[in-house]
């Protein structure tokens, strides 16, 4: 049965100021659990209602009501488990970047950052209000990419002006995706889901991109993470040509 101390401490994780306090993050479920082991985070606590040959310490047999009140979910999966937040890694100047300026919605976040995985961008930046990619909802929406993908949190105007690479933008007015010679090292800044890119990252911006649309013209806009995977499909396409 957990203590007191640890259903105190992993509930607590739930918020971003005990996790930043504790530098720990919570991932339920065996399927994102087995992809972080894999990728050697460091494992904190773990917990499950099945059995496991392992008679490590940090290993725990619980109940599915005592799972529960581990858990951040409605219903709690099979297992939880606890992992020390890595340290950033040096930013790169090279290669293709996402920056994503004021992304807020958790399940956008994780979406792209399963995005950055599945197309091979290992350097994903995020504006400093941008939602916390360790937050409960992030981490089960990523899959496991988490631990695949370098993510800091920065200040993206000072980075995108630093920087040498060209800037894209995805905006409603900019140039047809589907007609430009993209460049394989660049920068792909992706803006807040009501909003868009900010006023001040705008004016950083080398080339504004869109997305043509071909439907109904009552649609307003498209999802970020959606738009993000079609940027990003056509900037790979744009590069193996």
């Known amino acids: 049965m957990p203590s007191k101390s640890q259903i105190k401490l992993i509930t607590s994780l739930q918020q971003k ?3 930043e306090k504790y530098r720990l993050f919570v991932a339920e479920g065996p399927k994102v659990i087995s992809e972080l082991i894999k990728e050697q985070l460091e494992l904190h606590s773990f ?9 490590k310490e940090n290993h725990f047999l619980v109940s599915q009501k005592e799972l529960q009140k581990l858990s951040s ?3 709690a999966n099979t297992s939880l488990a606890v992992f020390k937040i890595p340290s950033e890694k040096h930013i ?9 300026d004021a992304v807020r919605d958790p399940g956008n976040l994780g979406t ?4 950055c995985d599945w197309f091979g961008v ?13 937050n409960p909802k ?24 630093e920087s040498s690479l060209p800037v894209y933008g995805a905006f409603m007015e900019g140039k047809n995706v589907y007609t430009q010679n993209l460049l394989q090292d660049a920068i792909l800044v992706m803006g807040n889901e009501a909003n868009g890119i ?23 806009s498209l999802n970020v993470a959606t738009a993000t995977a079609i940027l990003l499909s056509e900037l790979k396409r744009s590069i193996e040509r």
Do not use: H, W
């Open 47 to 55: 917990f499950s209602v099945q059995e496991t040959e392992s008679s």
């Open 112 to 115: 792209i950052i399963r995005l």
């Open 122 to 134: 290992t350097q994903l930046i995020c504006s400093k209000d941008t939602t916390d990619c360790y």
């Open 198 to 220: 900010s006023e001040k990252i705008e004016k950083l911006i080398t080339e504004k991109i869109s997305i043509p649309q071909f439907g109904n013209q009552t649609t307003e």
């Open 92 to 100: 790169k100047n090279q290669g293709l970047t996402i920056v994503l």
């Open 73 to 75: 979910l409605k219903t």
């Open 17 to 19: 100021k005990y996790r």
């Open 138 to 161: 992030v981490v089960q929406a990523t899959m496991g990419s988490l631990a695949r993908v370098s993510i800091c949190y920065t200040d993206i105007q000072k980075f995108i002006a």
